[in-house]
T-cell receptor
Framework: GENVEQHPSTLSVQEGDSAVIKCTYS??????FPWYKQELGKGPQLIID?????GEKKDQRIAVTLNKTAKHFSLHITETQPEDSAVYFC?????????????FGDGTTLTVKP | GAVVSQHPSRVICKSGTSVKIECRSL??????MFWYRQFPKQSLMLMAT?????????EQGVEKDKFLINHASLTLSTLTVTSAHPEDSSFYIC??????????FGDGTRLSIL
């Protein structure tokens, strides 16, 4: 089955700095890679996703890059703000007709210091 | 955007009680719904996959008679924890996927069994 590794497990940055979280996956059939933000006591919220036919996607301060050959993908947050503090999860999915199980990384606790 | 509603958000009950958790997709039809369990400071653990019109598929080690799943319609799935015991206390999260909508999560249910 799929195995997803996520690093680092904790990340502390100063407000305004950039934050980068990296994930690797093992199954070359995985073709969809979402990132989720989970705040305390809430469910994960989809913040950005990328499909395997794209190498990079950006949405304002958030970007995701994908290297299919190396089987790794990364989340980049620029100009971090205290409200970005949360747990972030990456996932790898083999989608068929928009359906498929996701395998999640273990999460990264991001703390943005004001 | 797509919204998934999960109720109740918090349940506290005595050992031996059965508890039902509802998951609804509010503005799209969910072809697949997932149920997860999350322990403190850990990732999401998939319990079962529920497709509309068919029986749920349970992950290895998850007791189907203990965790009853019903995907009643394209917008509603329920998880019933039968004869709950303290070891069933956890954070349970559902998610839904539509024909074109990616996976979106509910806000979770904190279950505490006394």
């Amino acid at each position: 089955g799929e195995n997803v590794e996520q690093h680092p497990s904790t990340l502390s940055v100063q407000e305004g700095d950039s934050a980068v979280i990296k994930c690797t996956y093992s199954d070359s059939a995985s073709n969809y890679f979402p990132w989720y933000k989970q705040e305390l006591g809430k469910g994960p919220q989809l913040i950005i996703d990328i499909r395997s036919n794209v190498g990079e996607k950006k949405d304002q301060r958030i970007a995701v890059t994908l290297n299919k050959t190396a089987k790794h993908f990364s989340l980049h947050i620029t100009e971090t703000q205290p409200e970005d503090s949360a747990v972030y999860f990456c996932a790898a999915t083999t989608l068929m007709n928009n359906a498929g199980k996701s395998t999640f990384g273990d999460g990264t606790t991001l703390t943005v210091k004001p | 955007g797509a919204v998934v509603s999960q109720h109740p958000s918090r349940v506290i009950c005595k050992s031996g009680t059965s508890v039902k958790i509802e998951c609804r997709s509010l503005d799209f039809q969910a072809t697949t719904m997932f149920w997860y369990r999350q322990f403190p400071k850990q990732s999401l653990m998939l319990m079962a996959t529920s497709n509309e019109g068919s029986k749920a598929t349970y992950e290895q080690g998850v007791e189907k008679d203990k965790f009853l799943i019903n995907h009643a319609s394209l917008t509603l799935s329920t998880l019933t924890v039968t004869s709950a015991h303290p070891e069933d206390s956890s954070f349970y999260i559902c998610s839904a996927v539509g024909r074109v909508q990616p996976q979106h999560f509910g806000d979770g249910t904190r279950l505490s069994i006394l």
